[in-house]
C-alpha cells in the first residue's frame, strides 16, 4: 500500500522543545514562596494534563495557576519561550504535494490553534488532531483511530513522526509506520532520524520502495 500521509507530533519534532519550558516558565512569574503550591497544582492536580485533555481551556487553566492576565501569558509564551524547528518548513515545501500532513499532538486547544496560526503552519496541515480538543491524548489507542478515521486513512498509508517511544510504539500497534524523531537522545529499535534533513533522505528513499 503506497503511503501518502505524515502525522506530525508538534513538541519535540515541529518544536525543538520536546517538554516545554512552561514550569520554569510559571515559576519565574511567581514568589519561592508560592513553588509549592504551584507544584501541587502541576504534580497532583494534573492541572497541566487535564487542560490538555480539554477538561478546561487555557484561560481557566492559567487562572487557576494564579495568572491574572491569561491571554498575554499564552502568547507570551508560546511565542517567546517556544522554538520553531528551522528545519520544518523547508521539509514541507518539498513534500506538501507528494504527503498529506496531519498533527498528532497533545496540547491545550487554545495553544495548539495559536502555535500553528503564529507560525504560519496552518496551511501545510489537510487535519489538527490535538488532544484537548478529542478528548484524548497520546499513547492511548483511541486517539490514532480519531486520526485514522477523520483523514479516511487506512494504518499503512500513514508514517507517524513523534520523539516519544511509547507514542510510537502505541501507533505501530496500528500498523502505522513509526519513525522517532530523536531529539532526546532514546533508544529505539527502528527507524530513526535526528533532524529534518535525515527525515527528507529517508522520506526520499520511502519513495522509491
Not at 40 to 61: M, P, V, W, Y
Request: one cysteine or more; proline letters at 3%; hydrophobic letters at 35%.
Amino acid at each position: 500500500m503506497k503511503k501518502d500521509t505524515i502525522f506530525f507530533d508538534m513538541y519535540g519534532v515541529i518544536l525543538e522543545e520536546s517538554k516545554g519550558n512552561f514550569l520554569p516558565y510559571t515559576y519565574s512569574h511567581f514568589d519561592e514562596s508560592e513553588h509549592e503550591g504551584l507544584t501541587r497544582l502541576f504534580r497532583e492536580e494534573q492541572l497541566f494534563t487535564r487542560a490538555g485533555n480539554g477538561e478546561f481551556g487555557s484561560d481557566e487553566f492559567l487562572a487557576r495557576l494564579g495568572f491574572k492576565d491569561t491571554d498575554f501569558h499564552m502568547k507570551d509564551y508560546l511565542e517567546h519561550h517556544l522554538t520553531l524547528d528551522r528545519g520544518f518548513l523547508p521539509f514541507a515545501e518539498k513534500y506538501k504535494s507528494r504527503y498529506d500532513f496531519v498533527l498528532l499532538s497533545n496540547d491545550v486547544s487554545e495553544w495548539s490553534r495559536h502555535i500553528t496560526a503564529y507560525h504560519r503552519l496552518d496551511p501545510y496541515f489537510k487535519d489538527k488532531i490535538v488532544s484537548g480538543d478529542v478528548k484524548c491524548r497520546k499513547p492511548e489507542e483511541k486517539i490514532f483511530r480519531i486520526a485514522l478515521e477523520r483523514t479516511g486513512k487506512q494504518p499503512g498509508q500513514c508514517f507517524f513522526v513523534d520523539n516519544s517511544v511509547s507514542n510510537l510504539t502505541a501507533a505501530s500497534r496500528l500498523g502505522i509506520t513509526p519513525v522517532l524523531f530523536n531529539r532526546d537522545g532514546a533508544e529505539y529499535d527502528g527507524i530513526v532520524v535526528n533532524d529534518f534533513a535525515e527525515l527528507s533522505k529517508f522520506m526520499d528513499r520511502a519513495d522509491v520502495l
